[in-house]
Structure formats: C-alpha cells, structure tokens
C-alpha cells in the first residue's frame, strides 16, 4: 500500500529549497524590519520598512548564505555569525544597514566565536566567547562594536561550559563541568573578585542551568532538577541561597522562559509537553497569550519584540502548513500576517502529527509522534523509523519537511523520544546512560513493534533513519538487530565509539566528564565500547544502507563514514555512500540537501516500495557519490 495516486506529489524543491522568507527581526526601536531570504538562490539578509514593500538585500554572501543573525542594540548594525563549508568555526561579522560596510570582528583562523550576550543599555559593546587562547576552553571577550577592538574579559579556568552577565554587563556567573559530569554554579561579587561555588549537584540531575539575574541582581534565577524529577525554574537569593518554586511539573522539564526586553523582568514560563505550553506569570502577558492562542492555529511563540514592548513579532509552528509570522500590536491588541517561510507547501495536502506513547519492555512510559499518509488507509503500511540525533534533544510537534515528504511518499512515520532524550525529567533522561545501543536501542525496536500491533505498519517494509546520533541508530538496527529492518539510511553518524571520543572538537573538551559518563571511557572501557560500535559488526549487515556525510564535519569526522563503507565493500554488502566537500554536520546548502533527498526517495522506494519523484539533472550525485 501506499499514498493515493489523487494526492498529488510534493515537489522536493517545496520542502527541501531554501525558505522564500524566514527568521524576521525587528530592530530594537521598531523602525526596521530584517529578515532572511534568499538572493540569487543563497540565503540572505534583508531589510524593509515595516508595512512598506521597500525590500531590499542587505548582505551579498555567494555561497554558503547566513541563517543566524541578530541587531545590534542601535538599531543600526545587523550582527550574524557564518563560519566555512560547515567547519563551525563561526566569526561574528558586522553590516551597517546604510552603507552596507561589514567588518570582520573576529578575524583569527581556526578560531570559533560564539555569542555570550548583548545588552540593550550597552549598544556599543557584545559579550562572546573565543577558543583564542586554546583551542579547547572558551574565553569570554569583550568587543568594542564602534573601534572593533577585542579585549580578554575573563579567563575560562578549563572547565567552564557557561557564563552569566549581570545587568551592570559583567561577567558574574560560570557554570562548569565537575570531573564526575556534575555541574557547578559559580558566583562572584565584580570581576577581578574570587569565585565562590553557589550551587553545585551531580551528574544524575538533568541538564540545567543559570537563566540569568534578576533585575536587582539580587537573586538568579536557574533551571534545576535538585529534588525533584523535571527540571523546574527557581528564583535563588543571592546573599544566603534561599530558593521560590516559580514553575514545575512533575513529569516535563521547563523548557524556556520569556522576559522583559529592557526591564529584564520574568513574564512567561514554557514547557514542551506533547506540544509547546506557555504559562504567562503577569496578568497583561496573560491577556497578550489569550489573544494569540485566536488568531493562527499551531503553537505561538514570541520571536522578537521592540525595546518598548510594544511591537512583537510571533512565530507560529504549524503541523499541516508552513509556519507563519505575524506582528502584534499590542496597545491595538491587533495581529497582522507578515509572511509564510514555505508558502508553497500550503497548496498541498499535508499529514498530521499525531502525539503517540506507549510502554517499553522494562516498563519505561514512552512518548512520540506518528505521522501517517494522506490518502490511504492507515493499515499495513511502510514504516520509517526517524530517529533523533543528540541523542540529548527530542522530537516535537511542528511541521518538518522530512516528515511530511516521507508521509506524502507513502510511508508511516514514527518519531520516539527514547530514553536519553531530553525534556522528560532525570529519570528518563539518566535511563538511557550507558545505553547507546543497549536499552535505547529496545526503545525504537518497542515502538516498531508497537506500530506493527497497532495494524500500522507491514513488519516486512520498516526502515530506520536519522542524522548524527539518528544515524548511529540506524548502524545499530543493521548491525546489532539485522533482521529487523529492511533497510536503513543515515548522515553525519558515529559508527565507533572509540573513534568518536578520540576526535571529538576540542572545544568539547570541558564536556568530556559528561561525555564518558553516558557512552564510556576511551581509556579504560574500550572493549564495552567496541561491544556499543557498530563497526565493528559491520560484517553483521544483510540490508541496504545509504550513508551521507560532510568533509569538514568537526563532531563527526569523514574517517567514522569511511570505515564502515570500506568495512562493507569489503564484505560485499550493498552500500551507497554520499560524500559532501563544502558541509559539516548536517547540509545547509539547498543544493545539497536536494542530491541528498533525491538519492533518499529513491533509495526508499527501491527497497520498501513508496513513491519517489525522479531526480532533476541537478540532482544527481555527480562525484559526490563514492
């Protein structure tokens, strides 16, 4: 079975192209609208006047395009982050938006830039991090945004993987990573005074951290799990640590929160449930939500707003469209659509994401998504198993063009949120430690299982696929369980662990504790972690395997595809293997990421008998494929 041959198919350009407009920003002073969008087919940034047709493009990138930027608190520089052919070596650029002039802010080769923080009250400075020093520990600098000047503000001791700013603009807060994997939150009084450890608890507490001071600087307010299973946000007084519950749930970590613009006061709190869940804290943000929850289906959140809070910028996240931005105008309590990023997906029938869970063959509660075909009935069907990367992250409801591609093809998606995910609180979190390829592994076999019972899915035409930790699970399911799955495709994975501790970036390096906890250590474990590689069982694999990969990916080296591919060859199992010159760790340049789908759709449907539209000229692998 699969999709009705009335629903039309989705070209792959609709979902896999670049976005015709994304990631608006107004400026701080309302009176300049940025967005990204693409300019000669790479991604751009662009300016208008809001509620004017003025558009037109700021930056002139011929390549690889920018997808992260933000403004500068005068309203008239635009800031953005880009590194090179996905090395994620990141320097921070600045463009004026009059005369179009971009500098350079951090101009050292084989250096990352990463932003620590902007303040509205300080426009001519930004606070970032820099492995100038060392490669592995990131510095906290200071940047004159007027004379481009850097200068060393406070000095990372080795293990420290955060930092906090007050409202003064100084560097009060570090969180580090204790040797056993714990965190510890360090305070001081002023720069230059010694730090003091404030609150410190061990590596089975879930991730968590500082959100950031409160306006007085009196007290910070911090994500912890510290007696109790979820991840809740408290308010800790500095002066003697004496702690107020301000969110919590017994069963999901808070996920964000939403403050102020210029007071830097707490108004919202959200928790990723089965969906995202806000719970505004002040009576006139309450009455802001209640108005947005009318105006566009899907989950809202706040993207940007002015420095007045009077103008905001909503993002909402659509299951069965593209997702849409609106301004808000919050005196006139009035929203207006501002654009669509993928308009041309609305013109075809979409599938729904279903919130799914179901129980682990330990007894652990599990909890997904399933996505089924339009068209047909949802019996007997191909199944792709989609896993997560991370694996510290999770699936969640929105619309995501690979689901709804794989959906219009014909085929069910199931989405789990194994053990190890996050979001889910300590207990789900820590049950997945030293479990790659162990009871994680029984996870995604339990919830293919669930959808065989289910009258789902055909057990004989279930593939497993993910990107980065995703792709290391599909090596398992062909490795370790090979008559399991009909076949499996994957990009930018591990497939031994040993190799992928050894060549980990070394900006990683304060990380490592955390690192050995949860997958092992290098150095006195290595034969349990062969026993978790699937290289080393390459000779195990009876189906059909598609592998894609970046040159210049610094988590996951070209050295870890390799292996397996010539692991395979030389068996003589069936594998094809994409290899990408200019992409790190995942494909951001739309070309690529078209060859990649185009290969995938066609792979699939060899195997597992979906539909697929046939690859353009452009399409075609050419010398990617090895």
């Known amino acids: 079975m699969g999709t009705d041959s009335t629903v039309p198919l989705i070209p792959r350009a609709v979902l896999y192209g670049n976005p015709e407009k994304t990631g608006p920003q107004l400026a701080p002073d309302g009176k300049t609208l940025a967005y990204i969008a693409p300019l000669e087919g790479v991604l751009n940034i662009w300016l208008r006047t809001p509620g004017q047709e003025d558009d ?12 992260s930027y933000f403004w500068r608190p005068d309203s008239l520089h635009i800031l953005y982050i880009q590194d090179q052919d996905g090395d994620e070596n990141w320097h921070l650029y600045q463009t004026d938006i009059h005369t179009g002039e971009t500098r350079d802010l951090t101009p050292y080769p084989n250096v990352r830039a990463t932003i620590v923080s902007v303040h509205p009250d ?5 606070l970032i991090g820099l492995n100038l020093r060392d490669p592995r520990f990131t510095d906290v600098h200071r940047v004159n945004l007027i004379t481009g000047e850097v200068t060393l503000d406070t000095e990372n001791p080795g293990d420290v993987t955060g930092w906090e700013e007050d409202n003064t603009f100084q560097i009060r807060v570090a969180q580090a990573m204790r040797p056993d994997g714990g965190t510890e939150i360090r305070l001081r009084a002023h720069p230059g005074a010694p730090w003091q450890t404030f609150q410190s608890w061990g590596p089975d507490e879930s991730f968590g951290g500082v959100l950031g001071f409160t306006p007085d600087d009196n007290s910070l307010w911090l994500l912890s799990s510290v007696d109790a299973n979820a991840a809740r946000l408290l308010e800790v007084r500095v002066a003697d640590g004496q702690t107020r519950v301000i969110a919590e749930d017994l069963e999901y970590d808070v996920t964000t929160i939403l403050r102020h613009p210029r007071k830097r006061t707490l108004e919202a709190v959200a928790f990723l449930r089965a969906r995202l869940e806000w719970v505004p804290l002040t009576p006139d943000l309450e009455a802001d939500f209640a108005f947005l929850r009318t105006v566009c289906d899907g989950d809202f959140s706040v993207a940007n707003r002015t420095l007045d809070n009077n103008l905001w910028l909503v993002f909402y996240n659509r299951e069965k469209g593209s997702p849409h931005y609106y301004t808000y105008d919050r005196a006139a309590k009035k929203a207006t659509f501002l654009f669509a990023v993928q308009p041309a997906v609305d013109n075809y029938p979409l599938a729904s994401m279903q919130p799914i869970s179901y129980t682990a063959r330990d007894g652990l509660k599990l909890q997904g998504y399933l996505t089924l075909p339009p068209g047909v009935e949802s019996k007997n069907l191909p199944l792709i198993l989609l896993v997560h990367g991370g694996p510290w992250a999770r699936d969640v409801w929105s619309f995501n ?5 794989l959906a219009n093809r014909g085929y069910a998606v199931l989405q789990i949120n194994f053990r190890g995910s996050t979001g889910y ?13 162990g009871r994680m592994h029984d996870d995604l076999l339990d919830g293919k299982a669930w959808a065989i019972a289910q009258g789902i899915a ?7 696929m993910g990107g980065s930790y995703g792709g290391y699970a599909t090596l398992v399911g062909l490795t370790f369980t090979p008559e399991e799955f009909a076949c499996g495709r994957g990009y930018c994975r591990p497939f031994n662990l040993l190799t992928l501790m050894q060549s980990i970036p070394p900006y990683w390096t304060p990380m490592l504790a955390l690192f050995m906890r949860h997958i092992g250590n290098p150095e006195t474990e290595s034969e349990f972690m062969k026993s978790r590689s699937p290289l080393f069982r390459a000779d195990r694999i009876t189906k059909p395997l598609l592998i894609a990969q970046g040159a210049n990916d610094p988590r996951v080296k070209q050295a870890e595809s390799d292996q397996i591919v010539e692991a395979m060859r030389k068996n003589g199992q069936p594998v094809e293997y994409l290899l990408f010159p200019d992409e790190g760790h995942g494909f951001a340049r739309p070309e690529n990421r078209l060859i990649f789908m185009a290969a995938a759709e066609a792979f699939l449907a060899k195997y597992l008998g979906g539909r697929a539209e046939p ?7 050419g010398d990617i494929h090895r």
């Open 122 to 126: 300080f426009p001519d400075a930004i």
């Open 458 to 464: 055909d057990s004989a035409r279930v593939a497993i």
């Open 615 to 621: 690859p353009s000229e452009a399409e075609l692998p």
């Open 56 to 67: 037109r493009a700021l930056t002139q990138d011929k390549k690889r395009g920018i997808r």
């Open 401 to 405: 063009p690979e689901v709804q591609l």
């Open 425 to 437: 609180g300590k207990a789900h979190l820590n049950a997945g430690e030293r479990e790659w390829a």
